[in-house]
């Protein structure tokens, strides 16, 4: 999967994730990104991302 699509997968797992007005601890206890995969790094924990896509 190229880069872009990686994240446009992502954003719209994330849209779907944030439906109903789901909180920030709602979406990340429901760790919707897991689906995709990714492997994350001690400066970049999954939450952090996670709550990127959240706030973009």
Do not use: C, H
Not at 2 to 31: F, P
Not at 33 to 43: D, I, K, R, T
């Amino acid at each position: 999967m190229t880069y872009r699509k990686l994240v446009q997968k992502a954003k719209d797992v994330m849209l779907n994730a944030m439906q109903n007005d789901a909180s920030l601890e709602q979406v990340l206890k429901a760790d919707p990104l897991s689906e995709l995969g990714l492997e994350y790094a001690n400066w970049l924990p999954k939450e952090r991302v996670t709550t990127f896509f959240i706030a973009v």
